[in-house]
């Protein structure tokens, strides 16, 4: 093994995460999300996050199975329901067990593994519920002219960053083009910041968005994309500043059947539907408790703004002028 023991700190926008690793060369995943927000030590953390290189691995703790099945790109895992501490095992490979009450997670790695982006994610996930944040799968784009934001969300695969791209190319302001930190405020309202990572650009919105041009090199990975940096694109586009904003809106985003961009009111028990079905996880054992104050998070959000469904057609920069209109007072 190589590499010194190491502890850093990144300010989640309130909740300071404090990532302690036995070599460095075992955490280089957390950077890549979070490398912007990290902190000068010493700084008193409210979630501690522990990553041990070993071949001793927890793989049967006491619980009850709530998943058991592979997840994209990572394969097979099991999840298990410990009561006050929820176990994800990837057998022969790693481990995370998580206490959300206490703070805590510990990150266990097979020697010469590298850390998987589902474990990364459901110990990221834990870490912003114990702030009472929840990270959702929208992008996030401030308003021409405005701080206010709106929040656009889809499936994979439907153009969410193509739509995010095209609208900066109007004013808008780019937060995220897929992962938003929502915290819902105690006197009501709610705000929202984007997690600054490389925001994935394919062949066909490449094609569809020739000013994205300059930021492409000339290869792309097996699914026909190129991971650009935010410092990159922020020579074309106005990329936002990590920072909490209000939500003005929740956009549904859908493909237009007739190639015209149009938006329209979407009934706010839809939007609700439509957002719970693309980030609340449900296993064998129905909601786990960070799902259900997920859950809870989405009804306040949906409560509080006016929800649209955004038909996208064959020029997503049309959807400019239509957000612009029904937003304006």
């Known amino acids: 093994m190589t590499g010194q023991a190491a502890t850093f700190c990144y300010d989640l926008r309130g909740q300071v995460i404090s990532i302690s690793a036995s070599r460095e060369e075992l955490w280089p995943s957390f950077d890549l999300m979070l490398g912007t927000l990290r902190v000068a030590e010493p700084v008193v953390s409210g979630f501690r996050i522990n990553v041990v290189e070993t071949?001793?691995?927890?793989?049967?703790?006491?619980?009850?199975?709530?998943?058991?099945?592979?997840?994209?790109?990572?394969?097979?895992?099991?999840?298990?329901?410990?009561?006050?501490?929820?176990?994800?095992?990837?057998?022969?490979?790693?481990?995370?067990?998580?206490?959300?009450?206490?703070?805590?997670?510990?990150?266990?790695?097979?020697?010469?593994?590298?850390?998987?982006?589902?474990?990364?994610m459901m110990v990221l996930d834990a870490a912003l519920d114990a702030g009472g944040q929840h990270m959702l799968h929208t992008a996030g784009l401030t308003l021409p002219g405005r701080e206010a934001l709106v929040l656009i969300h889809a499936p994979s695969g439907t153009g969410k960053s193509t739509t995010s791209l095209a609208l900066t190319s109007q004013g808008f302001g780019l937060c995220s083009d897929d992962a938003m930190i929502l915290k819902i405020l105690a006197d009501g309202g709610t705000t929202a910041w984007g997690l600054p990572r490389k925001v994935k650009v394919h062949r066909h919105t490449a094609a569809m968005l020739p000013f994205v041009a300059p930021c492409l090199g000339e290869k792309w990975d097996a699914n026909g994309e190129q991971a650009v940096s935010l410092e990159r694109l922020a020579e074309i586009i106005r990329i936002e500043q990590t920072a909490d904003r209000p939500v003005a809106a929740l956009l549904h985003l859908a493909r237009s059947a007739d190639a015209q961009t149009r938006l329209v009111p979407m009934a706010r028990t839809d939007a609700m539907a439509a957002l719970a079905a693309d980030n609340v996880r449900t296993g064998m054992t129905g909601l786990l408790p960070a799902q259900k104050r997920r859950m809870a998070t989405i009804a306040a959000l949906v409560k509080e703004v006016p929800t649209f469904t955004l038909e996208v057609g064959a020029n997503p920069a049309e959807a400019a002028p239509l957000i612009r209109s029904a937003l304006a007072d």
């Open 55 to 120: 071949s001793s691995l927890p793989e049967n703790p006491e619980g009850k199975l709530a998943f058991d099945g592979d997840v994209p790109d990572d394969g097979h895992c099991r999840l298990i329901d410990g009561g006050g501490i929820v176990h994800l095992i990837f057998p022969g490979l790693q481990t995370a067990s998580i206490n959300a009450d206490e703070g805590w997670a510990e990150i266990r790695v097979h020697p010469d593994v590298k850390v998987k982006w589902t474990l990364l």
